[in-house]
């Protein structure tokens, strides 16, 4: 059986885990500590990051956007008007290039920084990182985050989904970066309408409901974050 070694609160992991529960891919899912630096997993994986998904043939494939055009290219393509890649080339341009901003340059910007700071920091020893919340990195982040949920609610309030008219990656991509800020309750919902609304009909789905029963050592997440309709 294929292996998918993740984090729960990596944003790619996330992106990956809910393309698989859309795609209906059947996929043991292993918890990776990366920050251990675990040769086993470095061998998987030289740069140290997950997800890396391990086929049934025992290929190695890593990063979250390589391995989405992975399961496209091999259970996607099945899937027809389910599939989440456009058809057409301009919309596959446009899901590719917001997938890249969300788990990119968000990932950079915001999540990244938050999640290491409030959420890794205080399990990793001192000896790998781990220590006290950097309280200049958390103001920078926290001030980026405005403006990524500013462009958010615009995509969300002019088109049916994030990269037009049809539910594709770059909905999951988005979706994975803002439900690890919405575990840390970063988000003020209230001034986001359109990408509250959006958000709603995200987690709504099946594939999301492993991601809103995750829960991270010694931080619980806030009230609202499994609640459909918060």
Request: glycine share 6%; with cysteine; aromatic share 10%.
């Amino acid at each position: 059986m294929p292996v998918l070694y993740h984090h729960p609160v990596s944003a790619g992991s996330r992106f990956i885990r809910l393309a698989i529960g859309e795609i209906g891919y059947d996929c043991e899912m292993l918890e990776e500590l990366y920050w251990e630096r675990r040769p086993d997993f470095l061998r998987l994986n030289p740069a140290g990051l997950p997800p890396v998904l391990v086929t049934e043939n025992t290929y190695a494939i890593c990063g979250p956007t390589v391995i989405a055009e992975y399961l496209d290219e091999t259970h996607g393509v099945l899937k027809r008007d389910k599939r989440l890649m456009p058809e057409q080339p301009y919309a596959r341009a446009e899901s590719r290039r917001l997938v890249s901003w969300f788990l990119d340059k968000m990932d950079h910007d915001v999540t990244t920084p938050l999640v290491r700071e409030r959420m890794l920091k205080p399990q990793m020893p001192i000896t790998m990182g781990g220590g006290s919340p950097d309280s200049k990195i958390l103001r920078a982040a926290r001030a980026n985050i405005r403006q990524h949920m500013k462009y958010l609610s615009w995509l969300a309030g002019t088109r049916p989904w994030l990269a037009g008219d049809k539910f594709t990656y770059a909905d999951l991509a988005a979706a994975s970066a803002v439900s690890v800020l919405d575990y840390l309750g970063e988000i003020e919902w209230a001034n986001y309408p359109h990408a509250k609304e959006w958000y709603q009909r995200i987690k709504s789905r099946p594939a999301f409901r492993p991601l809103l029963a995750d829960r991270v050592r010694a931080l619980a997440p806030v009230a609202h974050y499994a609640d459909l309709d918060f």
